[in-house]
């Protein structure tokens, strides 16, 4: 695989369940990071590691909980989330903090 | 606080024209300023990346301009093609270490 992969491309879950979605990027990347996409909203930046290390948390729910447990790797733990929270959920890496973005294909998620 | 207009937000042309996306920001001293396309569904894919410095760069059919000191930058698609039909977004960067702040994109669809 190339680039930037994000597993499942599509969830759908209950307000009580517990989901984690999967971001894995082949570019030999160290900082990545995770974007909720609405509609009708421009990206908002959630979570950013840089070198294992989250660099920068804007304001975002205690119900999203991420992880990075390499540079290759990051998940994004879900848990008692609202129906607002449904929205495609998109992953990045860059080879550091000032260079250009790769985004993942994104998770569909609904939350019902 | 940065914010990024681009307008319009849609924008429908028949094959072949050529044709100029918007995107202005507010304050004018960024690092950096990226243009990506988006398909419907689909993750971002990186198109043209202006540093601060350049006036514009070139890829293909696609040529983005910046003007810093108007707060402007410009997206060129010449002799647009129905593949090209998606969502463009322009995304500045303030600093080396700012996140992407991002525009709402312009939903273009070329017309066979």
């Known amino acids: 695989e190339t680039g930037v992969t994000q597993t499942p491309r599509h969830l759908v879950m209950g307000m009580t369940n517990k989901k984690s979605l999967k971001c894995e990027q082949h570019?030999?990347?160290?900082?990545m990071y995770w974007y909720k996409q609405s509609a009708k909203k421009p990206l908002e930046l959630m979570f950013v590691y840089s070198l294992e290390e989250r660099v920068e948390n804007n304001s975002v729910p205690s119900r999203f909980s991420p992880e990075c447990p390499n540079s290759s790797h990051l998940f994004l733990h879900l848990h008692t989330l609202q129906p607002e929270d449904s929205a495609l959920y998109l992953c990045?890496?860059?080879?550091?903090?000032?260079?250009?973005?790769?985004f993942g294909p994104g998770t569909r998620l609904t939350v019902t | 606080k940065q914010e990024v207009t681009q307008i319009p937000a849609a924008l429908s042309v028949p094959e072949g024209e050529n044709l100029v996306l918007n995107c202005s920001f507010t304050d004018s001293a960024i690092y950096n300023l990226q243009w990506f396309r988006q398909d419907p569904g689909k993750g971002l894919t990186s198109l043209l990346l202006?540093?601060?410095?350049?006036r514009e760069q070139t890829s293909g059919r696609l040529n983005a301009s910046l003007d810093k000191s108007s707060g402007r930058s410009t997206l060129y698609i010449a002799a647009s093609q129905p593949g090209d039909s998606a969502t463009y977004l322009c995304?500045?960067?303030?600093?080396?270490?700012?996140?992407?702040?991002f525009g709402k994109g312009t939903r273009l669809s070329v017309i066979a």
């Open positions: 990045a890496s860059s080879q550091g903090l000032s260079y250009e973005q790769y």
């Open positions: 202006i540093q601060s410095s350049q």
């Open positions: 995304a500045v960067r303030d600093s080396g270490n700012t996140p992407l702040v």
């Open positions: 570019l030999g990347h160290n900082a």
